[in-house]
């Protein structure tokens, strides 16, 4: 194979968004499909993302390679043939068979892809072995890669020593080098196949059967934990005891009513054009989605409207006499809302979950198929639940429930005060840093589906004031001791939680700022930097502790001797521990031996000493 010219360095038009390669996955060595996602035109980063997982990788231009062209050696000719004697002797009873042979033109590169990667191992073997980038070896890695061209007769060929995941192989299908073509390729239907539905190939949650099992089992909970803390009771021992109401009794039109119109109130909220709008983190595909961030308005708005039906007479104490029907009514709603998200995710170039397309549709429809449902360009579904009528109705019903206190005993409890003051802090706080949403595994991983709007509509609102509507039918009076006792794990839960949600988002937004320089940090293969200092070097998930610190607090509002009042804290230990887990496998196949060096500096996931 012989050489023309040195080397030229590559600009950033070798690659386009859309161009199918090979890749080397720096902490495993494995070599995995990847497309390029985008190309930045101002510091020439490229961003890739690997077809298997949705793993990203940025690679900076000085990590591309360069690109040299090659004459392909022609095909060696076989020695010719001896003939038989035989054959000779009957040469001229048969002149046809001793015509000399045509000669076979060289075989045309074809953009198949398939048959580019198979040419590629067979000239470097290297590829076929793997070339571990994993080794400890101080000798750079020398990585080829090779695109195929219009011409019939070159191939372009680079090799460069690297240190980072380098491209191994370029399985563009579009006609020669993009620096020569100067023009825009269009990606291939099978690459942005991939990119927008790529296949689920594993399960969580057991697969359909599990989760078959939730769907029936969430609102079983839901209205046990109505039914088991009722007026009379609420106790594990009187279980056998309860007595269901009629059916009617269970679902009303006004009921319903009100719950749509609390729904519609907050669709028209998230219309208004206030609060700044700011950008979601990187699509697979290269985009970056809008976000209006107006949570905040619409809990102040929500807020001064209650107050002023307050003044009208309205009753918000209606909230406790109807809280039956109104969970029945937000679930029926839910369930529609996931139908109608299910069938939305079947529209063209909808961007699906990466772990919501398995083609079973009970469970695609539970876990959520579409990762950002939106009407028209602006209305992102998931983002308005996750925020805005569960959680601020979560603030309101537990208002409702101190005003039913007030007017059967006379007096609000000062655990009720705590509870509805702990409780609209949180929410708050959550709308008031509804940036930070924008980043979390539920916006950027999670597809939208009937866990999500079952867990944002109706689990949200109605199991997590479980304490408030037990302080409505068994007041608790505690002492100034105790008070101070659930204060104190109430304050150093919410500083914890605050205080490691804006170190982490302000090192990620930006990790030269004055505080992020003070902390000490893991640098990785990948290029980004893990802090192993402060806050998160305490424990790998120190705002999940700080959490289950402040729902600890609510939980002790309502005494020490019934277990179910403590469901909330029980069941969210159980939620952090499993979603710490897959935080834990994500981050393990994204970065490799550099997460098991990080786990040996931050040893504990959640709790210090024990998990």
Same mark, same amino acid.
């Given at each position: 194979?012989?050489?023309?010219?040195?080397?030229?360095?590559?600009?950033?038009?070798?690659?386009?968004?859309?161009?199918?390669?090979?890749?080397?996955?720096?902490?495993?060595?494995?070599?995995?499909?990847?497309?390029?996602?985008?190309?930045?035109?101002?510091?020439?980063?490229?961003?890739?993302?690997?077809?298997?997982?949705?793993?990203?990788?940025?690679?900076?231009?000085?990590?591309?390679?360069?690109?040299?062209?090659?004459?392909?050696?022609?095909?060696?000719?076989?020695?010719?043939?001896?003939?038989?004697?035989?054959?000779?002797? &009957? $040469? =001229?009873?048969? @002149?046809?068979?001793? %015509?000399?042979?045509?000669?076979?033109?060289? +075989? *045309?590169?074809?953009?198949?892809?398939?048959?580019?990667?198979?040419?590629?191992?067979?000239?470097?073997?290297?590829?076929?072995?793997?070339?571990?980038?994993?080794?400890?070896?101080?000798?750079?890695?020398?990585?080829?890669?090779?695109?195929?061209?219009?011409?019939?007769?070159?191939?372009?060929?680079?090799?460069?020593?690297?240190?980072?995941?380098?491209?191994?192989? &370029? $399985? =563009?299908?579009? @006609?020669?080098?993009? %620096?020569?073509?100067?023009?825009?390729?269009? +990606? *291939?239907?099978?690459?942005?196949?991939?990119?927008?539905?790529?296949?689920?190939?594993?399960?969580?949650?057991?697969?359909?059967?599990?989760?078959?099992?939730?769907?029936?089992?969430?609102?079983?909970?839901?209205?046990?934990?109505?039914?088991?803390?009722?007026?009379?009771?609420?106790?594990?021992?009187?279980?056998?005891?309860?007595?269901?109401?009629?059916?009617?009794?269970?679902? =009303?039109?006004?009921?319903?009513?009100?719950?749509?119109?609390?729904?519609?109130?907050?669709?028209?909220?998230?219309?208004?054009?206030?609060?700044?709008?700011?950008?979601?983190?990187?699509?697979?595909?290269?985009?970056?989605?809008?976000?209006?961030?107006?949570?905040?308005?619409?809990?102040?708005?929500?807020?001064?409207?209650?107050?002023?039906?307050?003044?009208?007479?309205?009753?918000?104490?209606?909230?406790?006499?109807?809280?039956?029907?109104?969970?029945?009514?937000?679930?029926?709603?839910?369930?529609?809302?996931?139908?109608?998200?299910?069938?939305?995710?079947?529209?063209?170039?909808?961007?699906?979950?990466?772990?919501?397309?398995?083609?079973?549709?009970?469970?695609?429809?539970?876990?959520?198929?579409?990762?950002?449902?939106?009407?028209?360009?602006?209305?992102?579904?998931k983002e308005f639940c996750e925020l805005r009528p569960g959680l601020i109705g979560w603030v309101v019903l537990c208002l409702g429930l101190a005003m039913k206190q007030?007017?059967?005993?006379?007096?609000?409890?000062?655990?009720?005060?705590?509870?509805?003051?702990?409780?609209?802090?949180?929410?708050?706080?959550?709308?008031?840093?509804?940036?930070?949403?924008?980043?979390?595994?539920?916006?950027?991983?999670?597809?939208?589906?009937?866990?999500?709007?079952?867990?944002?509509?109706?689990?949200?609102?109605?199991?997590?004031?479980?304490?408030?509507?037990?302080?409505?039918?068994?007041?608790?009076?505690?002492?100034?001791?105790?008070?101070?006792?659930?204060?104190?794990?109430?304050?150093?839960?919410?500083?914890?939680?605050?205080?490691?949600?804006?170190?982490?988002?302000?090192?990620?937004?930006?990790?030269?700022?004055?505080?992020?320089?003070?902390?000490?940090?893991?640098?990785?293969?990948?290029?980004?930097?893990?802090?192993?200092?402060?806050?998160?070097?305490?424990?790998?998930?120190?705002?999940?502790?700080?959490?289950?610190?402040?729902?600890?607090?609510?939980?002790?509002?309502?005494?020490?001797?019934?277990?179910?009042?403590?469901?909330?804290?029980?069941?969210?230990?159980?939620?952090?521990?499993?979603?710490?887990?897959?935080d834990d496998a994500m981050c393990r196949a994204k970065y490799g031996r550099d997460w098991d060096a990080y786990c040996t500096k931050v040893q504990y996931r959640i709790?210090?000493?024990?998990?």
């Amino acid at each position: 194979m012989a050489t023309t010219s040195g080397p030229q360095r590559v600009t950033r038009m070798q690659h386009r968004p859309g161009d199918e390669i090979f890749a080397v996955y720096q902490p495993t060595g494995r070599k995995r499909r990847a497309v390029v996602v985008a190309v930045d035109d101002v510091t020439e980063d490229t961003t890739i993302r690997y077809f298997a997982d949705g793993m990203e990788e940025k690679l900076t231009a000085d990590k591309l390679i360069p690109v040299e062209e090659v004459v392909p050696r022609s095909p060696k000719r076989g020695t010719p043939r001896r003939r038989s004697r035989s054959r000779s002797r &009957s $040469r =001229s009873r048969s @002149p046809a068979r001793t %015509a000399t042979p045509k000669k076979k033109r060289p +075989p *045309t590169p074809r953009r198949s892809t398939a048959r580019t990667a198979k040419a590629v191992r067979k000239a470097d073997p290297a590829i076929d072995q793997g070339m571990s980038l994993s080794d400890t070896s101080s000798e750079p890695e020398t990585v080829v890669t090779r695109s195929v061209t219009r011409s019939r007769k070159r191939v372009a060929v680079s090799a460069e020593p690297v240190g980072q995941p380098v491209w191994t192989e &370029s $399985r =563009s299908s579009y @006609p020669g080098p993009m %620096a020569e073509t100067g023009t825009t390729p269009m +990606p *291939t239907t099978d690459s942005k196949k991939q990119i927008l539905a790529p296949r689920t190939t594993h399960y969580e949650f057991l697969g359909p059967v599990g989760v078959l099992l939730m769907m029936l089992g969430l609102p079983t909970v839901v209205y046990a934990l109505y039914f088991t803390c009722s007026p009379t009771t609420c106790s594990i021992r009187d279980v056998t005891d309860v007595m269901l109401p009629a059916w009617r009794d269970w679902f =009303s039109l006004e009921a319903s009513g009100l719950f749509l119109a609390w729904f519609a109130f907050h669709c028209l909220l998230y219309t208004f054009p206030v609060g700044k709008v700011a950008q979601g983190t990187r699509l697979r595909d290269g985009s970056q989605l809008n976000y209006r961030l107006n949570a905040f308005f619409s809990l102040v708005i929500s807020m001064s409207v209650i107050g002023l039906s307050q003044l009208v007479g309205l009753r918000l104490s209606v909230v406790y006499d109807r809280f039956l029907e109104l969970i029945t009514a937000a679930t029926v709603f839910s369930f529609i809302l996931s139908v109608f998200v299910y069938w939305l995710s079947w529209r063209k170039d909808a961007m699906l979950a990466a772990g919501g397309n398995t083609g079973n549709v009970l469970y695609d429809f539970f876990i959520g198929r579409e990762l950002n449902p939106r009407l028209g360009a602006n209305f992102d579904i998931k983002e308005f639940c996750e925020l805005r009528p569960g959680l601020i109705g979560w603030v309101v019903l537990c208002l409702g429930l101190a005003m039913k206190q007030w007017e059967l005993h006379g007096h609000v409890t000062p655990p009720m005060i705590l509870i509805c003051v702990f409780q609209f802090v949180y929410v708050a706080d959550g709308l008031w840093f509804e940036e930070a949403i924008l980043t979390t595994m539920d916006i950027t991983t999670d597809g939208f589906g009937f866990m999500l709007a079952f867990g944002d509509l109706v689990w949200v609102p109605f199991t997590y004031t479980l304490q408030a509507r037990y302080l409505v039918d068994h007041p608790v009076e505690m002492s100034y001791p105790q008070i101070a006792l659930i204060l104190a794990v109430e304050v150093i839960g919410f500083i914890l939680f605050r205080c490691a949600n804006s170190q982490k988002d302000n090192f990620r937004r930006d990790p030269n700022s004055p505080s992020s320089r003070k902390l000490k940090t893991l640098p990785t293969a990948r290029g980004t930097q893990l802090i192993i200092s402060s806050y998160w070097g305490f424990v790998r998930h120190p705002n999940y502790l700080g959490d289950l610190m402040m729902g600890l607090a609510w939980c002790m509002c309502t005494g020490y001797m019934n277990i179910i009042t403590y469901f909330y804290v029980i069941y969210f230990t159980i939620l952090l521990i499993h979603r710490a887990s897959r935080d834990d496998a994500m981050c393990r196949a994204k970065y490799g031996r550099d997460w098991d060096a990080y786990c040996t500096k931050v040893q504990y996931r959640i709790f210090p000493y024990i998990y």
